[in-house]
């Protein structure tokens, strides 16, 4: 009985993995709290660009955008861009550890252990990034990509933030 339980709930879990998202959709609202508990919303930056970045420290790519995002939101005005860095599947101790690090990069940093915030955007592997305009829809998404490619994904940023 427990194994068929333990399928069923397996099944399930794969039915309910939502698709990346598509230019022009709404993504999900509540992304997830920060290292004080303090919850975060994407629409709680609407009139903003709005960078969400799911992110592992042991995924190579990710260690290398952390820093750039970090210098994207720091060079941007408050009032136009707010990057949401999401730790995906990773232990609570190991974002507090990450989070002291990046402390002070002006970016949103979110922890998603257990992975239900990427589910909800569609997230099968990482780096993955959503990147939603000033309306609050979706503009762009990049999944897997590789450190070569980070320069083209800053002009589409920049691209995006002029619209």
Known sequence: MRIMCAALCFLFSIM???EPYKVGDVPHDVVGKTVD???VKVSDFKGKLVIVSFWASWCGPCMKE???LGGIQNSATPEKLQVI??????SRKTFRKISDVLAGTGMKLVADPKKRTGKKYGVEGIPHMVIVDAYGKVAAVHIGYSEAQLPAL???INEIARR
């Open 154 to 156: 800053i002009d589409e």
């Open 37 to 39: 508990g303090t919850e």
């Open 85 to 90: 860095s999401i730790n995906y599947g990773e």
């Open 16 to 18: 309910v993995q939502a």
């Open 66 to 68: 952390l820093p750039i």
